[in-house]
């Protein structure tokens, strides 16, 4: 990891322990010792169909970050049902692939997952999501994704 992105996720990790908003919570055995991968908590905010649930994402930061972006998915137990989050923790959002900027950063990704989570009107996974699953990579990155103008 070069020392710019090492200095840009230390920066981030600091501002989210100190500042952290509303939904998010860091995990206290994250980072790892070479800041590449973090566990974040999210928790579904108040009035919406996951009010209280808390899921982990996973971010792992590549050597080019924050010029590419990381590769983010939910993990563990308790993935969330949601017509762009497939079962295995891929999420299908545009700031994770085409829509990537280096202004965007892990607090930002964290609030654009949160409110994804809080205008779904109903708990499923994707139309394709079994195809998906069965076929994809491993490693979300790798996935080109389709992105329509669906309702949520």
Known sequence: MSDASRRRLLKELNQLQTESPPGIIIDKNSPDSDLKQWRIGVVGA????????????????????????????????????????????HICLSILADDWTPALSVQSVCLSILSMLSSAREKKHPMDDAIYVRTCSKNPSKTRWWFHDDKV
């Open 46 to 89: 108040k009035g919406t169909l996951y009010e209280g649930e808390v899921f982990t994402l996973q971010f792992t930061f590549g050597s080019q970050y924050p010029f590419s972006s990381p590769e983010v998915m939910f993990v563990g137990d308790t993935i969330p049902a949601h017509p762009h989050i497939y079962s295995n923790g």
